[in-house]
T-cell receptor, first 113, second 114 residues
Framework: GESVGLHLPTLSVQEGDNSIINCAYS??????FIWYKQESGKGPQFIID?????DKRQGQRVTVLLNKTVKHLSLQIAATQPGDSAVYFC????????????FGKGTLLTVNP | DVKVTQSSRYLVKRTGEKVFLECVQD?????MFWYRQDPGLGLRLIYF???????EKGDIPEGYSVSREKKERFSLILESASTNQTSMYLC?????????????FGAGSRLTVL
């Protein structure tokens, strides 16, 4: 999972396995959370979001879980594919402007064929 | 699809040089942003603009300035580049009323300051 420091956390999985990427957020007042995916040589792309009044949200092959008690967010990717290999960032919006996000450090997901 | 284009993918500059990073979006978005991305530090907001000629400081504005003379173009300026500004710079845009989930990012400009 993501953590403070200069080294990017990494997760290596086999193709077809489920992946879980974790994120600890910092502000208990945050009311909106987003996961972004960044492939090599590209900018981040939106994957899924969740508001603080929910604890789970599902998309296509992805699920985001929110545990406000421990300020923890996770992204689950089902049946991970080689195309899922990327850096994944969580971001939190602690209120006010919808655009001033605090991003996590990122987790590098590598999918082995 | 919204397109955010950063004109320079790779730049190498010398300490003390003035550097311009250009960003253009083609979907008439009001809001534009400059982020800096460093390994292990994630994305950090430098400046953002919510209208032509309007700007607000982000979390790390020191050493940077911005210019928004036209709605589609947002420039990041390093008045006197320093080695600690070696980084990946990401531009993003979104429309008013769009949430943070609709930030569209450019591909990035990797700047090396020698």
């Amino acid at each position: 999972g993501e953590s403070v420091g200069l080294h990017l956390p990494t997760l290596s999985v086999q193709e077809g396995d489920n992946s879980i990427i974790n994120c600890a957020y910092s502000n208990s007042a945050s009311d909106y959370f987003i996961w972004y995916k960044q492939e090599s040589g590209k900018g981040p792309q939106f994957i899924i979001d969740i508001r603080s009044n929910m604890d789970k949200r599902q998309g296509q092959r992805v699920t985001v879980l929110l545990n406000k008690t421990v300020k923890h967010l996770s992204l689950q990717i089902a049946a991970t594919q080689p195309g899922d290999s990327a850096v994944y960032f969580c971001a939190e919006n602690s209120g006010g402007s919808n655009y001033k996000l605090t991003f996590g450090k990122g987790t590098l997901l590598t999918v082995n064929p | 699809d919204v397109k955010v284009t950063q004109s320079s993918r790779y730049l190498v500059k010398r300490t003390g040089e003035k550097v311009f990073l250009e960003c253009v979006q083609d979907m008439d978005h009001e809001n534009m942003f400059w982020y800096r991305q460093d390994p292990g530090l994630g994305l950090r907001l430098i400046y953002f603009s919510y209208d032509v000629k309007m700007k607000e400081k982000g979390d790390i504005p020191e050493g940077y300035s911005v210019s928004r003379e036209k709605k589609e173009r947002f420039s990041l300026i390093l008045e006197s580049a320093s080695t600690n500004q070696t980084s990946m710079y990401l531009c993003a845009s979104t429309f008013v009323g769009g949430g943070a989930n609709v930030l569209t990012f450019g591909a990035g400009s990797r700047l090396t300051v020698l």
